[in-house]
């Protein structure tokens, strides 16, 4: 079976710009999850979401939004990038619905790696 | 808030050392606890996981057991290699909300020859 994969690996843009990354989840996972990690604050959750539906928000602006579609595949989008934005981008699916009371285990892909200049 | 606290790293032992990586943890509810192992260049692996009290999570060698009277889930293993060198991750989610991870900061390990 396939497992999480994220394009594209790699990115730079420059301050002020928006970025789109994308995830396709393990077939027959319905849950992703977005996280960020940098050096500094390490692996922090961006957000997460189920049926199409966001479910669950970390502290991050307003810049960093998302959604998912209908096969389940999901898209994180950055507007006016600031240098600070610099990180991998992870995302994790779950066959487990959020909310459902039993115990999760996430998957991870590679990550996208994001270069703001 | 929950939270994940992690021994400080980074850590190098010599191939075949025992190894112990601290973690312990805050949380408002009954936390399933996890260890994520994460190579160079990769995402993040799970590596164990244990969701109820004195549970052991194993796998490779590696055990972490559910400490709730010390709130705690220490990673070990009896003899490290040079292949296990990478950055570890504890973490932990509420089984009764949402279930985001909260990770613990990380601890890089290294193991030489």
């Known amino acids: 079976k396939a497992g999480v994969t994220q394009t594209p690996r790699y990115l730079i843009k420059t301050r002020g710009q928006q970025v789109t990354l994308s995830c396709s989840p393990i077939?027959?996972?319905?849950?992703v999850s977005w996280y960020q990690q940098t050096p500094g604050q390490g692996l922090q959750f961006l957000f997460e979401y189920f049926s199409e539906t966001q479910r669950n928000k970390g502290n991050f602006p307003g810049r960093f939004s998302g959604r998912q579609f209908s096969n389940s595949r999901s898209e994180m989008n950055v507007s006016t990038l600031e240098l600070g934005d610099s990180a991998l981008y992870l995302c994790?699916?779950?066959?487990?619905?959020?909310?459902?009371?039993?115990?999760?285990?996430?998957?991870f892909g590679p990550g996208t790696r994001l270069t703001v200049l | 808030g929950d939270s994940v606290t992690q021994m400080e790293g980074p850590v190098t032992l010599s191939e075949e050392a025992f190894l112990t990586i601290n973690c312990t943890y805050t949380a408002t509810g009954y936390p399933s606890l996890f260890w994520y192992v994460q190579y160079p260049g990769e995402g993040l692996q799970l590596l164990l996981k244990?969701?109820?009290?004195?549970d052991k999570g194993s796998n490779k060698g590696f055990e972490a057991t559910y400490r709730k009277e010390t709130t705690s889930f220490h990673l070990e293993k009896g003899s490290v290699q040079v292949s296990d060198s990478a950055v570890y991750f504890c973490a932990l989610t509420i089984i009764q909300g949402a279930q985001k991870l909260v990770f613990g900061q990380g601890t890089r390990l290294t193991i030489n020859p």
């Open positions: 244990a969701t109820k009290a004195d």
């Open positions: 077939s027959g996972h319905r849950s």
């Open positions: 994790a699916s779950s066959l487990v619905p959020p909310g459902s009371g039993k115990p999760n285990e996430q998957f």
